[in-house]
C-alpha cells in the first residue's frame, strides 16, 4: 500500500529547500572523481582497469558525472515533468486537492533540480554548457517518442510512473554510493597513501545529496500514479505499454556503442590518441554489459532498486521484464495467485 498523498505533501513542505542552500562558493575540485565509481558502466569492463591509466580513468569519471547531470535534466524536464503536467490539466485530477497538490510541488521541484544541475554543469564546462544541456547524453528516439506519447495520453501511455520510479530510485542508490565512497576516503584517511581512496568532489556530492531529499519522496508519489494509473487499466492498455516499458528501461541495461559511456569512450580516444587501438575494445567491453552478471546487480538489481522490485512482484504481468533486468526475479506464487 502506498503513503497517502497528505502525508507526501506534508513531507514535502517540512523538507523544503532552495538551490541557494548548497555552498556553490569552493566551486569544483577538478582534482577529484565527481562520480562515484561503482555507478559507472565503463567501471564493470574489462578495459577500466587494463587498458586506461589514472588520469584517463578520472577523465572519463568526471565526464560520466557531467553525463548524469545531464540525463536528469532531461529525464526530469523532458519525460516526467510534461506527463505529470498533462495529468494535472484532465477533470478527473481537478476534482482532488491532494493529488493536484501533489503533482503541482512536483514540478516545482523539478524545476528546481534541472536548475540545480544546469548550474553544476556550468560550473565544471562553461564552454560546453552555457548554451546547451547536453554534451555527453543523448537521448534516444525511443525515450523522446516515450515522452511525446504520454504527454499527449498520460490515461493510456501509463508506463511512465513505473518508469519515473525506477529512474528516481536510482537517486537514492547514487546518493548512497557517494556517502559510501566518502566513508571509506574518511577511513582510509591515516593511510600512509591517503590518495588511495580519493574523496569525491564536494560540490557534486552535495548537489547529489539535495536531489535525493526530494525523490525519495517522488518514488512514493509514483507509487500512487501506479496504483492510480496503471492498476486499473484495461488488459489492451497494459499490453500497449509493457514493450514500451521493457524498451526503455533496456537502454540502460543493455547499453550500446551509442550510448553515453560509449560517447565518453570516444571522447577519450580524441583526447588521448594511445587509447586508439584499444577504441573498439572498449565498445565491445559496454556491450558486453548486457551479459555482466555484477553490473545488472548493482546498477539495476535489487541492491540498486529495491522498492521497484518489490512492486513489480505484485504486477505479474511484468515480469517479463527479466529479458531487460535480469537480476529480477519473479515470485512464481504471485504469479499463480493471479
Not at 583526447?271 to 545488472?296: C, S, T, W
Amino acid at each position: 500500500m502506498s503513503v497517502s498523498l497528505q502525508i507526501i505533501n506534508q513531507r514535502a513542505k517540512d523538507h523544503a529547500w532552495s538551490i541557494d542552500d548548497l555552498d556553490w562558493s569552493g566551486g569544483i575540485d577538478r582534482d577529484r572523481h565527481f562520480f562515484p565509481e561503482d555507478q559507472m558502466p565503463l567501471a564493470f569492463t574489462e578495459g577500466w582497469r587494463s587498458l586506461l591509466n589514472d588520469d584517463e580513468r578520472r577523465t572519463a569519471n568526471q565526464w560520466y558525472g557531467c553525463a548524469v547531470s545531464e540525463q536528469f535534466i532531461f529525464l526530469e524536464e523532458a519525460f516526467l515533468a510534461p506527463a505529470v503536467g498533462a495529468m494535472l490539466r484532465l477533470s478527473s485530477t481537478r476534482r482532488d486537492p491532494d493529488l493536484c497538490q501533489a503533482l503541482e510541488l512536483f514540478l516545482i521541484e523539478e524545476r528546481k533540480h534541472g536548475d540545480m544541475f544546469r548550474r553544476l554543469l556550468q560550473s565544471v564546462a562553461p564552454e560546453w554548457y552555457a548554451h546547451s544541456d547536453r554534451h555527453f547524453y543523448t537521448p534516444g528516439t525511443m525515450g523522446i517518442r516515450f515522452g511525446e506519447l504520454c504527454l499527449q495520453l498520460p490515461t493510456v501511455f501509463v508506463a511512465w510512473p513505473w518508469l519515473g520510479m525506477i529512474l528516481e530510485e536510482k537517486t537514492i542508490a547514487y546518493h548512497r554510493a557517494y556517502e559510501r565512497a566518502y566513508e571509506r576516503a574518511v577511513a582510509a584517511s591515516t593511510s600512509p597513501d591517503p590518495r588511495r581512496t580519493p574523496l569525491l568532489d564536494p560540490l557534486h556530492h552535495a548537489v547529489h545529496r539535495f536531489h535525493f531529499l526530494d525523490e525519495a519522496r517522488h518514488v512514493q508519489l509514483e507509487q500512487v500514479l501506479i496504483e492510480r494509473l496503471w492498476d486499473p487499466a484495461s488488459a489492451f492498455t497494459k499490453d500497449l505499454n509493457r514493450p514500451l516499458l521493457f524498451r526503455a528501461l533496456g537502454q540502460y541495461t543493455r547499453p550500446r556503442a551509442r550510448s553515453v559511456s560509449g560517447n565518453i569512450v570516444r571522447a577519450l580516444v580524441a583526447k588521448y590518441p594511445r587509447l586508439q587501438v584499444f577504441q573498439e575494445r572498449l565498445l565491445m567491453g559496454i556491450m558486453d554489459l548486457r551479459h555482466n552478471a555484477e553490473f545488472q546487480r548493482h546498477i539495476y538489481g535489487h541492491d540498486a532498486i529495491p522498492q521497484c522490485f518489490r512492486a513489480l512482484q505484485a504486477h505479474p504481468e511484468l515480469h517479463g521484464i527479466t529479458v531487460v533486468a535480469p537480476d529480477f526475479k519473479p515470485d512464481a506464487t504471485v504469479a499463480v495467485a493471479a
